[in-house]
């Protein structure tokens, strides 16, 4: 079946220092992506998003990176601080010629940041 | 503005009992999503709808489980009867328009003994 991210790494960094979060894709009709942060007891939250016809978006203090070649997502968060903390998800809607909402995420990946 | 509104926040039963969860999506949102998140098999969508219709239920485990959205501003998720295998915290979600972000409620922890 189709998956987003087979494995929840652990990243652990410290603080101020740079992030990069990765994300595998399998399904190469999907042409939209987002990035969640999802804290201890909380639900999902959107952090950055970005389309197939892109390759870069940033935000504030985030960069998400597309290469549709290798069906590859990251997510680069600047100058890390301890509030980053969390669990980290990509997720993407297939194409699909536009007939779906389904949101397929991936397993995540836990962001530990060192004082 | 308000998020996606769920309630309980948390909720314990006892094995064969209803349990009804709700929802409140945004306001002006169109389409409204039920998740559940577990250790082993992650966040996975039940089912969602359009305009108050039920458009994919593909996710939903089995008849045990129903889903209803009577307005475009309440939602309910019940599962009867309850089963310990069903414990897990369950996430409703919102958006304005078609493939666009979706807004996550702070979800129901749901353990059934």
């Known amino acids: 079946g189709e998956s987003v991210g087979l494995h929840l790494p652990t990243l652990s960094v410290q603080e101020g220092d740079n992030s990069i979060i990765n994300c595998a894709y399998s399904?190469?009709?999907?042409?939209?992506f987002i990035w969640y942060k999802q804290e201890s007891g909380k639900g999902p939250q959107f952090i950055i998003d970005?389309?197939?016809?892109?390759d870069k978006r940033q935000g504030q203090r985030v960069t998400v990176l597309l290469n549709k070649t290798v069906k590859h997502l990251s997510l680069q968060i600047a100058a890390t601080q301890p509030g980053d903390s969390a669990v980290y998800f990509c997720?993407?809607?297939?194409?699909?010629?536009?007939?779906?909402?389904?949101?397929?995420f991936g397993t995540g990946t836990l962001l530990a940041v060192q004082p | 503005d308000a998020g996606v509104i769920q309630s309980p926040r948390h909720e314990v039963t006892e094995m064969g009992q209803e349990v009804t969860l709700r929802c409140k999506p945004i306001?002006?949102?169109?389409?409204l999503f039920w998740y559940r998140q577990t250790m082993m098999r992650g966040l996975e969508l039940l089912i969602y709808?359009?305009?108050?219709?039920?458009?994919?239920d593909s996710g939903m485990p089995e008849d045990r489980f129903s889903a209803k959205m009577p307005n475009a501003s309440f939602s309910t998720l019940k599962i009867q009867p309850s089963e310990p295998r069903d414990s897990a915290v369950y996430f409703c979600?919102?958006?304005?328009?078609?493939?666009?972000?979706?807004?996550f409620g702070p979800g129901t922890r749901l353990l059934v003994l």
């Open positions: 979600a919102s958006t304005r328009r078609t493939r666009e972000t979706q807004y």
């Open positions: 399904n190469s009709a999907s042409d939209y």
């Open positions: 970005i389309r197939s016809n892109m």
């Open positions: 997720a993407e809607i297939p194409g699909y010629g536009g007939a779906t909402n389904k949101l397929i």
């Open positions: 306001s002006g949102h169109d389409y």
């Open positions: 709808f359009n305009n108050n219709v039920p458009i994919d």
